[in-house]
């Protein structure tokens, strides 16, 4: 079982849309978790990082994260062709190190 | 927000040479920095954890003798690709670690060995 999981798409939705990526990972204790955003041929791009149990709100992107259920999603409202990117999902482990661990990443395409 | 360098942004060199990646934090220090390798379609995957003033943590399965890293400062770490080869083409992402929960990374260096 890989530690960070997530789809790779690509999903694709319409300009205006609420785009919904998901992410579960496999280590209990994991203490943090991330989502950057990666455009084609550039580096990744922090979007926010959640660490309680809810949601959290910033702009059109709001971080849910359930940790019972190891899940991590990430919603993006209203969405535009400039949110199309590879959306990554990064675990910081319970081990200390301040080491992440990504998933693949989602491929979005948001079409006109 | 903190922002993280890399030079240079592209180099091309030929089999057998040595290749030296710089990553520097401009607007903070980073007593952690880490290095990424990634393959095209493929996710970042770790190499090293880089510690100012003392020696790089590399991952499992991550040659050190040829993956060279000095963290001298708390804002330059470097990578230096030793004797390398078409396999080593790929593109290099450094990050630092701002000292609370974020991670912030460099624009990546793309490596290309002929």
């Known amino acids: 079982q890989k530690e960070v999981e997530q789809n790779s798409g690509p999903l694709s939705v319409p300009e205006g849309a609420i785009a919904s990526l998901n992410c579960t990972y496999s280590?209990?204790?994991?203490?943090?978790f991330f989502w950057y955003r990666q455009y084609s041929g550039k580096s990744p791009e922090l979007i926010m990082f959640i660490y309680s149990n809810g949601d959290k709100e910033d702009g059109r992107f709001t971080a849910q994260l359930n940790k019972a259920s190891q899940y991590v999603s990430l919603l993006i409202r209203d969405s535009q062709p400039s949110d199309s990117a590879t959306y990554l999902c990064a675990v910081k482990g319970a081990g200390g190190g301040n080491k992440l661990t990504f998933g693949t990443g989602t491929q979005l395409k948001v079409e006109l | 927000g903190a922002v993280v360098s890399q030079h240079p942004s592209w180099v091309i060199c030929k089999s057998g040479t040595s290749v030296k990646i710089e990553c520097r934090s401009l607007?903070?220090?980073?007593?952690?920095m880490f290095w990424y390798r990634q393959f095209p379609k493929q996710s970042l995957m770790l190499m090293a954890t880089s510690n100012e003033g003392s020696k790089a943590t590399y991952e499992q399965g991550v040659e050190k003798d040829k993956f060279l890293i000095n963290h001298a400062s708390l804002t330059l770490s470097t990578l230096t690709v030793t004797s390398a080869h078409p396999e080593d083409s790929s593109f290099y992402i450094c990050s630092a670690y701002e000292g609370t929960e974020t991670q912030y990374f460099g624009p990546g260096t793309r490596l290309l060995v002929l």
């Open positions: 280590d209990r204790g994991s203490q943090s």
């Open positions: 607007d903070f220090q980073a007593t952690t």
